[in-house]
């Protein structure tokens, strides 16, 4: 194996880990910060790199349109770009195509589709895939693999599963590995648990640096997301890193945590710090409601973020009703900050056996709600 | 007074000075960053101390429509409200007031006018504008002035003039003074000599912290600019700070510096910022150009802002295209940085006896224009 991956410590099934990179190392349970276009969404990468955020994720669908695969590597790459020398993951650019593209077609070979900047025809495939995100130099490359929605019928599933199954086996071998990069499959088969462990087991005998679960949280309820996870979590091999895509809430990250899985990615902290959303150790707190326009009190008395230090909610409520955009960059900030300091005590507790307690003080902080109004 | 100014050195016209406040002192020439609705759009505080700012101006038009003075008051004053602990300077909203609203009637009383958010009805009067410079908490709180559109008729300057000249004794009136907090009464006149000499020894007879000269800037030929200020600013009290207000090009702060000005703002570095027109060494640059898609170069060469530390011009350019929030964030941050940064050579230069070398070195390298393509 080409990447490195020690787990230091279990409580349940739930892991501490470390993954050792070309570009660095990432202490796990981790989640990723979404940065689709080469930056993460209204932050600087001093601010994300602030946050504790160790590894970013970036969108091959948009970047091979914009700026194209081709110019990052004439540029260098994209941790050069976009100025993030740690490690960087790419997703394989099929879920996106799924479902962002409206002219698209699939078949054995791959998919073709229309840009959504341009309307030009573009192709792409387990090999172009593969290519692009060699291209990108991403430390971790992700199989292309197919991603229906949900509900889907058993039939639907099987098929998608089994095409995505013989995708990642061509992503496979597409890939040139290289010491500290490594390629992760995905596991397919929606909420089904046969489907599922047909697919780690596919997976499995591909043999990939790390296992993904896709699609899951594409719209069915939390229990069923973690239902699956009891199925294939446990069926993907102990010593390989585990990641759950494009989830999820804090509530869905501590279960999922429990559930054995070591990486995660989601817009939801950045694309909520520009929609006047923040994550609070009480629960979420929409920050555009009347409520907050005189209130002197900071977001969130536990809150040690470097974007809020002494910022009250009454000034964020100002920011965001005059459409400042730093209001969308301190929520954003705050946000990811509160996502990694989530994952840091969720760490601390699996290292210090104690991942359930923890867990418990979690939720009943998040049941609490916002504190009462002024 | 209460505002102390030191005069330290100067070179011609130009002077290097220092302006001590409650907030902390200002080394003059200073550039103020334009801070409307309570923050430097797109950056946060911490990015604009980084650019060697020292003062941030904020507007009155804007902070009384929303949040409202009370309000900023009763949260403990502008500096808590936005967390900028140093000096504060705030307009009188007479220019925007002009400039902006759409139904607005002038009297000798003051200026009513329906806000442009939300329609409702408001008053601004010398006594009120006074008034909720002081709510605000304003370290430097200037004059209501009106500020009428060049060219203009000498009659129409005249009246003008003098209407802002009862209105400067009127704002002086309702000023409550405190150590280390001052009041600028505000020169008009428009590019009349005798009308502004009018000005300047009415301004004078009244007494003020420090002097602005306003109405420039709006439309007329930079040579009617500097041709004005060679009249009024020798007409101003030596011994207190000299506003330019609105200016303006770099090109035009060596041009006011050298003929006696201390204190300047201007949207321009933070506007042009969001419009993707970077400033540096060799003049403007536009990033949104597609001669930029493959550049690795920086912007500058001489540029050393935390901004665009490692960026190249590609990226650039691509947040740019990709609308991405962080292009705006870069290039302001940049372009506040790169204007401190002049300002900063200027004040050595006229410390050092040589201000007409340094400023004929700016123009020349402002002059060579960008560097050619690759």
Redesign the interface.
Known sequence: MTLRFDVLATCGNARRGRLHTAHGSVETPAFMAVGT???V????MDAVRSTGTEIILGNTYHLML??SAE?VA???GLH????WEGPILTDSGGFQVMSLANLREISEQGVTFRSHIDGTPHELSPERATEIQHLLDATITMAFDECPALPASFETLQNSMRLSMRWAERSRKAFIAREGYGQFGIAQGGTDPDLRLESARALRQIGFEGYAIGGLAVGEPQSEMFATLDVVAPALPEDRPRYLMGVGTPIDLIGAVARGIDMFDCVMPTRSGRTAQAFTSRGPVCLRNARH??D?RPLDDECVCP?L????R??LH??I??K???G???LTWHNLYFYQYLMRRLREAVAAGRFADEAALLHEGFARGDIPAL
């Open positions: 276009a080469a930056t969404k209204a932050m600087t914009r700026p110019r004439a540029l260098g050069k770009f976009c100025g326009k005189d002197p974007a230090n002494g910022i009250s009454a000034y100002h920011l009703r005059s400042e955009i730093l969308a960059m301190l």
